[in-house]
């Protein structure tokens, strides 16, 4: 395992990660955490991803139980939250000074540690100005509640707002920045991002770098049961699936999958290295339900070499080609 900074702060972040989206608190359970969360640690991976959204909080109970299980020292891992997605009351969501500070307070308690170290603003608030919302977060900071904060899906307008106001104010501007960064969704991260990442010393924690499974090849020939697209809640994925561009994607799929037979690695392996392959990418997320694909995941590691330049090259020829459909 390699070591990335966060951005141009001093944090060193694995260049591997693990998320809980929809896996903690719905398809694992205690055990299973344990068993993961040991696994990817003892792999070398060093930041926990979660948020107040996932599973409404339960997700972040799952992890906090298990960490205080395992009894890692607090200074060789990172663990985060993120804030909008609270109740359904109107002092629940979004984020107002209010919220920002309760859920905090809030996730604290689910993770059972003393600070976070990355705190997230999960998706931007049109009804709150961003200076309340950079002010929340730097008391935070200077509480020692948090040690880093940051956005998830803000637009580079958006963000380069909150630094501004940060800079001038002479308070703690983000750090990081989590957007869905994979071979199908790149635009935000290689173009919209692109003057933030030297302006601003925006780092990225990316998610589903295999675009929710599409990637594994795993729906080449259907969606099978059990998987993430059959699950109540996620019609989205998979109604996007059985679309025209989804079934664009598919077709292109495949194509990377025989490249990726070619280059000797595994379809997964070619998606979760083309990330890494990013020098603006801090750490790639990964979501795993069971210990066995967290192994995979990580076994990527092992083929860096073979993510040549013209395996890139070929790989964008393949994603450029129009679509018949």
């Known amino acids: 395992m390699d070591y990335r900074r966060l951005g141009r702060s001093g944090l060193q ?3 591997f990660s693990l998320g809980s989206w929809v896996t903690f608190g719905k398809q694992v359970k205690q055990d299973d955490a344990l068993s993961i969360m040991s696994h990817a640690y003892d792999s070398g991976i060093n930041f926990f991803d979660n948020a107040e959204g996932y599973e409404a909080g339960q997700s972040e109970v799952l992890m906090g139980e298990a960490l205080t299980k395992l009894g890692w020292g607090r200074d060789t891992y990172s663990v985060s939250s ?48 961003i200076d309340e919302t950079v002010w929340a977060m730097h008391n935070l900071v200077t509480q020692g509640k948090i040690l880093y904060w940051g956005t998830s899906e803000w637009s580079a307008e958006q963000i380069t707002e909150a630094v501004a106001f940060a800079r001038e104010n002479h308070l703690t501007p983000p750090t990081m920045e989590q957007p869905e960064y994979n071979l199908f969704h790149r635009a935000k991260v290689e173009t919209e991002f692109a003057p933030l990442y030297e302006l601003a010393g ?58 990726a037979d070619e280059a000797g690695l595994p379809l997964t392996h070619l998606a979760l290295l083309w990330c890494l392959a990013n ?17 995979d995941n990580l076994a990527a590691l092992d083929s860096k070499a073979k993510i040549t330049p013209d395996i890139l090259t070929r790989i964008d020829e393949i994603l450029q080609e129009t679509s018949t459909h």
């Open 13 to 15: 972040v694995s260049e």
């Open 82 to 129: 993120k804030v909008f997605f609270g109740g359904s009351k109107p002092t629940q969501r979004g984020l107002s000074r209010k919220h920002v500070t309760d859920a905090a307070h809030a996730a604290l308690g689910r993770l059972q540690v003393d600070y976070l170290d990355l705190y997230f603003a999960h998706r931007p608030d049109p009804e709150t100005p």
């Open 202 to 259: 925006l780092g990225t924690t990316i998610w589903s770098p295999l675009a929710s499974g599409l990637l594994t090849g795993k729906y080449n020939n259907g969606i099978p049961d059990g998987s993430r697209m059959t699950l109540p809640g996620y019609e989205w994925l998979r109604q996007g699936y059985e679309s025209p561009e989804g079934q664009d994607k598919l077709a292109k799929t495949r194509k990377l999958g025989t490249l």
């Open 279 to 295: 020098p603006n990418v801090s750490t790639v997320i990964l979501g795993a339900s069971k210990k066995t694909q967290l192994q």
